[in-house]
């Protein structure tokens, strides 16, 4: 069955780097966009970004040149990098499959992410 | 950027009571291919999101006929009728029409 889940820090410090990490089985990432949507309690839900089945790449312009997405299909992972955390980024972290256009029909549990030194 | 607007903040409602959730946008939602990508979704308690409604009016796979979705250009409304326990938690709109994708803020259907 589907499945994704999102492992990350837990606790990153302000100005530090944060990398997550979402595993996937039941489907092949070559074939679904995949998304990453964070929960903070300053802006709710803000899609971040997604990759695309043939690897491309789509940003949020509100992270600037702050994110970055990447995949290893060998791995059945996705990867989310984003640099120069401030406090406001503190949060929960999805990944989600897209199945057709805005819809996402699975999500990972998400991970809860501090900043804060 | 899009700003996707939720009324009511919260809900209460009686089980078995019939709601309705308004969600406006600051622009058309009508892409150029002609489909509008407008969606809900329910987050419940301790939960990830889940879909429940995309491109207005479709409902996902599972989704009870409870909850139907309607609206054009940028005024749209999900319904959801005969409310049952397990439909309690914070209801979402969101656009994919546009880059950035956007969502709401969000409206908590409680319990009366």
């Known amino acids: 069955q589907v499945q994704l889940k999102e492992t990350g820090p837990g606790l990153v410090q302000p100005t530090q780097t944060l990398s997550i990490t979402c595993t996937v089985s039941?489907?092949?990432?070559?074939?679904?966009?995949m998304q990453w949507v964070r929960q903070t309690p300053g802006k709710g839900l803000e899609w971040m970004g997604f990759i695309r089945s043939g690897g491309s790449t789509e940003y949020n312009s509100e992270f600037k040149s702050r994110l970055s997405i990447s995949r290893d299909t060998s791995k059945n992972q996705v990867f989310l990098k984003m640099n120069s955390l401030k406090t406001e980024d503190t949060g929960v972290y999805y990944c989600?499959?897209?199945?057709?256009?805005?819809?996402?029909?699975?999500w990972g549990q998400g991970v809860m992410v501090t900043v804060s030194s | 950027d899009v700003v996707m607007t939720q009324t009511p903040v919260s809900l209460s409602v009686s089980l078995g009571g019939q709601v309705s959730i308004s969600c406006r946008s600051s622009?058309?939602?009508?892409?150029?291919?002609?489909?509008?990508?407008l969606s809900w979704y329910l987050q419940k308690p301790g939960q990830s999101p889940q879909l429940l409604i995309y491109?207005?009016?479709n409902r996902f796979s599972g989704i009870s006929d409870r909850f139907s979705g309607s609206g054009s250009g940028t005024d749209f409304t999900l319904k959801i009728s005969r409310v049952e326990p397990d439909d309690l938690g914070v209801y979402y709109c969101g656009q994919g029409t546009q880059y950035p994708r956007t969502f709401g803020g969000g409206t908590k259907l409680e319990l009366k």
């Open positions: 989600a499959r897209e199945v057709q256009r805005f819809s996402f029909d699975y």
């Open positions: 491109k207005v009016s």
């Open positions: 622009q058309s939602l009508v892409h150029n291919n002609g489909n509008t990508y």
């Open positions: 039941g489907f092949s990432l070559t074939s679904y966009y």
